[in-house]
């Protein structure tokens, strides 16, 4: 056990999704894995572990933003040995091209500042998805036939922004959406030589003001949930 995580060893797989929501971590357990286990509830960050094609992976809840991840990665790999990380969670769409439903392959995640800024000072680290996985997860979207892109996003520390100009200028760079994890996830994964990939939902749009309603979600988001597993256990 850990601070934050009451898993005895052994009940972590090396392979952990990682949504924001505990809930959507139950939902995503009690769809996609065979004899899926409670085993962390500290806290209601709730975590499962279960087989996908034979595989042990765990869905484990992170939280809403990078300090609270940060948390869950750190001890998911030191105390628990979890080798690849993927997070499964949705995000704002910044581009015309990228639809409301569509996913998005996160390649890079920029940032303003996350909890690994005090490690670098005044060194502007780039943290990037692992090769081998972003490349799975591109070929099981294609394979599925679902809408999707490639490209760099935008890990907001605050969810309630009032920087229009800053939006404007990361639209115009080509940035495909914003969420709260993925550079800390990233960071975290270069520090320990873990793989890690965000795989992302788009349910809403800062452009067109498109949302998904609530009750449509988890069926948009299974697409997302399929994408992470088969990267996760592609032979590459």
Known sequence: MTVHIGAEKGEIAETVLMPGDPY???????????????????????????????HKVTIQGSGMGMPSLSIYVNELI????????????????????????????????????????????????????DWSLLQAAVTAAEAKGTPTHVGGIYSSDVFYDERPDLN????????????????????????YGCQALAVLTVSDHLQTGEALPSEERERSF???????????FSER
């Not at 299974?222 to 996760?232: F, K, R, T, W």
């Open 168 to 191: 404007e200028q990361m639209t115009r760079h080509g940035i495909l959406g914003v969420e709260m994890e993925a550079a800390e996830l990233y960071t975290l994964a270069a520090r």
């Open 24 to 54: 959507r971590a139950k939902w995503a357990a009690e769809t996609f894995l065979t004899d899926a286990k409670l085993v962390n509830e500290v806290r209601g960050m709730l975590g499962f572990t279960g087989t996908w094609n034979g």
């Open 78 to 129: 030191r105390d628990y040995g979890a080798k690849t990380l993927i997070r499964i969670g949705s995000c704002g769409g910044m581009q015309e091209k990228v639809k409301v439903r569509d996913v998005i392959i996160a390649m890079t995640a920029s940032t303003i500042n996350s909890p690994s800024s005090g490690i670098f000072k005044e060194f502007n680290f780039a943290p990037a998805a």
């Open 222 to 232: 299974g697409d997302m949930v399929e994408i992470a597993l088969s990267a996760a």
